[in-house]
T-cell receptor, first 117, second 114 residues
Framework: AQTVTQSQPEMSVQEAETVTLSCTYD???????LFWYKQPPSRQMILVIR??????QNATENRFSVNFQKAAKSFSLKISDSQLGDAAMYFC??????????????FGTGTRLQVFP | KAGVTQTPRYLIKTRGQQVTLSCSPI?????VSWYQQTPGQGLQFLFE???????NKGNFPGRFSGRQFSNSRSEMNVSTLELGDSALYLC?????????????FGPGTRLLVL
């Protein structure tokens, strides 16, 4: 079964600094999608960034970027110029369409990010 | 556009009761997925509905069921509640549920079973 692993339960960063959150996944597929979601204390899940496995170029959304290493099955999230509003739980997720057991978001256990002023 | 809405936001039930949660997707979205979030098990997929048909189902007992209406609104029902059903239930909508589409989440319904 596909699994998503986030090995850092908690991370902290100083405001305006850069932090990287790690994610690894296990799959034998070559075509899939990866996502980072943010869940602030309000509990509403918000998409931060997504990556298509067939694209070699790393996705970027403003201060958020990913380092996608397909062969290593690694998908880390880099947050630059951290802001207090970035404090939240961050979930890495995998989805592989076309198969019932993977055609859904499979989430990691999450990383709690604290941002200090 | 209005986002995904879920009602009620909070719910307290006792063991053995049943509960119905509602989810209204973003206008134009026809796929609705449900997830359960607990501290112990994390985020787990319950089921997905598209055009009033269940398209995929997670590994949950038959006490968990759902349906989707012609306007794409979805409900999930949990019968014979157990203490372990206490969780945050999230629904997410997308246009057609295809894997590359972004799923937009609602604020969730927090269920407490006593």
């Amino acid at each position: 079964a596909q699994t998503v692993t986030q090995s850092q339960p908690e991370m902290s960063v100083q405001e305006a600094e850069t932090v990287t959150l790690s994610c690894t996944y296990d799959t034998s597929e070559s075509d899939y999608y990866l996502f980072w979601y943010k869940q602030p204390p309000s509990r509403q899940m918000i998409l931060v960034i997504r990556q298509e496995a067939y694209k070699q170029q790393n996705a970027t959304e403003n201060r958020f970027s990913v380092n996608f290493q397909k062969a290593a099955k690694s998908f880390s999230l880099k947050i630059s110029d951290s802001q207090l509003g970035d404090a939240a739980m961050y979930f890495c997720a995998y989805r592989r369409p076309g198969r019932a057991d993977t055609d859904k978001l499979i989430f990691g256990t999450g990383t709690r990010l604290q941002v200090f002023p | 556009k209005a986002g995904v809405t879920q009602t009620p936001r909070y719910l307290i039930k006792t063991r053995g009761q049943q509960v119905t949660l509602s989810c209204s997707p973003i206008s134009g979205h026809r796929s609705v997925s449900w997830y359960q979030q607990t501290p112990g098990q994390g985020l787990q997929f319950l089921f997905e509905y598209f055009s009033e048909t269940q398209r995929n189902k997670g590994n949950f007992p038959g006490r968990f069921s759902g349906r989707q209406f012609s306007n794409s609104r979805s409900e999930m029902n949990v019968s014979t509640l157990e203490l372990g059903d206490s969780a945050l239930y999230l629904c997410a909508s997308s246009i057609s549920g295809r894997g590359q589409e972004t799923q937009y989440f609602g604020p969730g319904t927090r269920l407490l079973v006593l």
